[in-house]
């Protein structure tokens, strides 16, 4: 399926939106790209011609512009978005450059294995919707949020019990559909840039998350998903590092518990969260890990760049 979000959510990188910004944007355009696309038929390619659609059904579309210039956005910020012509080519070509700090290489590295652990563990072989991916990470960093961090004692003040070292990097907020990452949303769709991971569609009906609310997909390791994976795997489920090896305990612990759900009982499962339950919509659930991993806490690190710079 097309990788969307690759162009939509870089366009706005260079006006450096907060998270609540960039998440009404996402909001915006998710409602005008999914208005646009349904008046036409599937493209075929993503090139030139999708990039052209961009310009002239999407971007330039009022409600889109009026979001953006809400954010104090001049008219010369956004005359691109204005005259249809924002540089999607340009977008893909910046998206691909390896620029990557520690925390991200490992972020990815467990996206990864949490894709291929769930695989493994489930009945249909593969992760079975965006919606369900988006829960999974947060109900990971739940809890890890739950695990006493007894080293931390001290230095770093906090509620959030090992969450304080380690865990996914993200940000989670209260949607319509539960907890959501635009964070998790934008790496997953870099792996899939990279062709590490699949989305093949698997139902038609969505889930009503961002970017399935027409079609449901699933998410599987690509062939060099598999293949990257295999190559630290082990490190992983062997590594020295307390944060690490914490880390990977939580997400296989969450995997064994709901992989077998069908999609109602887990809807179910998120929904009875006492935290989401008593946030408001757009409210902050969940912040991830302020401590920074070192470079000498990571044993891999020198193979797991190279993996990715290959990719």
């Known amino acids: 399926m097309p990788n969307e979000w690759k162009v939509l959510e870089r366009a706005v990188d260079r006006f450096e939106l907060d998270p609540e910004q960039r998440q009404e944007y996402v909001r915006t355009i998710t409602e005008v790209y999914g208005e646009a696309m349904a008046t036409r038929s599937e493209f075929e390619e993503f090139g030139e011609e999708y990039y052209s659609f961009l310009n002239r059904e999407v971007f330039s579309d009022d409600r889109v512009i009026s979001t953006l210039s809400s954010f104090g956005l001049s008219e010369e910020q956004l005359a691109a978005f204005h005259d249809g012509t924002v540089a999607s080519d340009e977008l893909v070509k910046t998206w691909n450059e390896l620029r990557f700090r520690i ?87 870099r792996l899939f840039a990279w062709q590490l991971i699949e989305e093949p569609v698997i139902g038609q009906k969505g889930t009503g998350e961002v970017g399935e609310h027409e079609r449901r997909y699933g998410v599987e390791l690509a062939p060099a998903g598999e293949i990257m994976v295999n190559e630290f795997y082990d490190r992983i489920e062997h590594a020295d590092s307390m ?28 929904s009875e969260g006492d935290r989401l339950q008593k946030a408001s919509t757009g409210a902050e659930l969940l912040v991830g890990p302020r401590r920074k991993f070192k470079a000498n806490e990571i044993e891999f690190l020198d193979e797991l760049t190279g993996e990715f710079a290959h990719a």
């Open 103 to 189: 925390d991200e290489l490992i972020d990815f590295a467990m996206l990864l294995k949490l894709v291929k652990d769930y695989g493994d563990r489930s009945d249909t072989g593969m992760i079975e919707s965006r919606y369900r991916l988006q829960k999974l990470v947060y109900l990971v960093n739940r809890r890890i949020a739950q695990q006493d961090d007894y080293a931390a004692i001290g230095e770093l003040e906090g509620d959030l019990g090992m969450l304080d070292r380690t865990g996914y990097r993200y940000r989670f907020t209260k949607r319509s559909s539960g907890p959501f990452s635009s964070d998790v949303y934008e790496d997953k769709n």
């Open 243 to 270: 944060m690490l090896s914490s880390w990977n305990y939580a997400q296989q612990t969450v995997i064994d518990e709901i992989a077998h759900m069908t999609h109602d009982d887990f809807v179910q499962y998120i």
